[in-house]
């Protein structure tokens, strides 16, 4: 039998002969059904253009329509996977009502706070939700409600979100402060003088690279990077190419987890060849 992804509101499924699948399509403005073939990528292209065609788009938009509409256009049809996507889609609009479900062009990093300290589901699947709205974010970017940039940022996998500052922030450090970190042990205790120091050249990186970020279109990133802290620098150890281009990128995309740990075997990657390469004999070039 075909494959049918999920079952949108308004799009008719029968069942013809051998088992396959005949599609339909309920206009709304003109109340007819319109014939939609056997394939459903071409159904639901065809639903998709009558539903932009024909939907009301609030003048006052708010993030739980956003939230709705991308329910209704993306619904899994495989079991477990729609109850669960339904689920996270109840719980957001839930959420995002208990904050005052704010207009999409004032939602905020203080509301994302709020977010979190009105969640009841724990921890872990309140950053999912999260994660989810970012999804639903990327989706209404495309379709031209919001702007790209997300407001809200994920915090899972805080470890790895640190290893991606640190290499940001240090590509904006002096050789000297650098070499100064990969000199000192892991735990090991800095004279006060010398933390003093740090302190004031990581707070001038930080605001260097939140200047890069904003020209380079990651304001995403702005809110990790200015949380960075000598601390983080300490314990985790930035990069032997911090003071090129880094390709570190805070992955916070709905498969985050999977992102970050492709992320640290390409990194692990990079050092061991770089490590090698440092032995070479210069006269051999």
């Known amino acids: 039998m075909g494959c049918i992804n999920f079952h949108p509101p308004g799009l008719i499924i029968r069942v013809s002969g051998r088992e396959t699948y005949r599609y ?37 938009l708010r993030v739980s329509w956003l939230v709705t509409e991308f329910g209704e256009r993306h619904r899994p049809g495989e079991g477990k996977a729609r109850v669960k996507f339904s689920r996270e889609i109840r719980l957001l609009i839930q959420a995002i009502q208990k904050i005052g479900d704010p207009l999409v062009v004032e939602l905020n990093e203080a509301h994302g706070q709020a977010f979190r300290r009105e969640s009841r589901v ?6 999912t939700l999260v994660r989810r709205l970012r999804q639903v974010w990327r989706w209404a970017a495309s ?12 915090r899972v996998q805080d470890q790895a979100i640190q290893i991606e500052v640190v290499d940001i ?12 970190l990969f ?34 279109g990651r304001p995403d990133l702005v809110p990790a990077v200015r949380r960075c802290e000598p601390q ?30 492709e992320w640290r075997a390409k990194v692990r990657t990079r050092q061991k060849v770089i490590s090698k390469s440092n032995l070479r004999d210069p006269s051999d070039e």
């Open 143 to 154: 379709e031209g409600f919001t702007n790209p940039a997300c407001p809200w940022i994920a």
């Open 24 to 60: 339909a399509i309920h206009d709304p403005e003109s109340g007819q059904e319109v014939h939609a073939g056997t394939d459903w990528d071409a159904a639901y292209a065809q639903w998709l253009a009558i539903r932009r065609r024909t939907m009301v788009v609030p003048q006052a």
């Open 169 to 180: 922030v240090a590509r904006h450090l002096q050789k000297d402060i650098l070499d100064e």
């Open 183 to 216: 000199r000192l042990g892991h735990g090991e205790k800095m004279e006060e003088r010398v933390y003093r120091r740090l302190s004031i050249a990581v707070d001038l990186a930080v605001r260097h690279a939140i200047n890069e970020l904003l020209s380079a």
């Open 122 to 127: 724990g921890a872990v699947r309140t950053e």
């Open 232 to 261: 983080w620098l300490l314990d985790r150890k930035p990069s032997q190419t911090a003071d090129v281009p880094s390709e570190a990128e805070l992955l916070l995309e709905h498969e985050r987890v999977t992102h970050v740990r």
